[in-house]
């Protein structure tokens, strides 16, 4: 793994409720260096509130406590919120799962994404909007121009997701979180998607956690994975060697997926084990 970037010991996410709390995210440990980790597991498992977290974008009847969490050495628990708008988009930055409900409605999207570049670099705006089309280009888009005078509404899918990706690179992060980006996607449009994710955050050195429920997804596309379960980290593996993951929960979500080279009649059910909770993190020993 390369020198880390981001570090995180012992994150835990409690959430206040009428009567008792609820822990969404129970003691998980990790680091992100410039490299592509994904996080996977089933809805409610935590991975995205994980990756809030990390930007103190935590509802406020949650309470987030971590003995580290810390990027460049920065304490992000201390920072002060505006010392965390500063980070938020120049250094570590978010996309989310649909552009439908990220993009302003109401600003054509080459503003924002001139908009997303002057929050964090002083400059004139012409210089911004060639930036812009410049990022626009590089996210594979035909007629940066034309797109750039467009609305959201006036996107498809796969193009709006591309306009989200120009918009979180452009201010030049050193991290990206990408919360589902491709969930709302058909495989065609994601593939694309992914590939193209992939040529920028590899061009620029850029770290990158990738949170997914798709393991096949995540096993072909990032370096090393985390499987979450309940809040917490059962398995830390790369990603070439998935298929030989060694804890039981994360066989059984290996064993659920629909496969086209046997016929099934019925898709397996993982099976739970209370156990999970207090057991220790299974990790893979170097050369395995």
Excluded at 178 to 199: G, I, K, N, W
Aim: with cysteine; aromatic share 4%; glycine share 8%.
């Amino acid at each position: 793994m390369t020198e880390p970037l981001l570090q995180v010991e012992n994150l835990r996410i409690r959430f206040r409720g009428n009567r008792t709390g609820r822990d969404a995210v129970r003691g998980v440990s990790f680091s992100v260096g410039r490299e592509k980790l994904g996080i996977v597991g089933e809805s409610g498992s935590g991975k995205s509130q994980t990756g809030r977290a990390l930007l103190k974008l935590t509802p406020g009847s949650a309470t987030v406590t971590a003995d580290r969490m810390s990027f460049r050495g920065e304490d992000l628990l201390a920072a002060s919120e505006k010392r965390m708008r500063q980070i938020r988009g120049r250094s570590i930055s978010m996309i989310l799962q649909d552009p439908k409900f990220s993009l302003n409605p109401l600003m054509k999207v080459g503003d924002q994404i001139v908009e997303a570049f002057l929050v964090h670099h002083r400059t004139e705006k012409a210089a911004a909007k060639i930036k812009a089309l410049e990022m626009l280009e590089a996210v594979h888009i035909r007629d940066p121009e034309r797109v750039f005078g467009l609305y959201p509404h006036e996107l498809s899918g796969g193009m709006g997701q591309r306009v989200m990706i120009a918009m979180m690179l452009i201010p030049e992060p050193d991290i990206i979180i990408a919360d589902e980006p491709t969930s709302a996607l058909d495989v065609t449009v994601r593939r694309q998607v992914l590939s193209v994710l992939d040529e920028l955050v590899s061009a620029r050195g850029t770290g990158l956690i990738f949170i997914s429920h798709d393991l096949n997804l995540v096993a072909s596309f990032c370096d090393r994975i985390l499987v979450m379960y309940a809040g917490r980290v059962l398995e830390e593996i790369e990603a070439k060697n998935l298929r030989n993951a060694r804890h039981p929960y994360t066989r059984a979500l290996l064993q659920s997926l629909p496969r086209l080279d046997r016929e099934t009649e019925r898709l397996i059910v993982p099976q739970r084990d209370p156990a999970w909770l207090d057991g220790p993190v299974f990790r893979q020993e170097a050369g395995q």
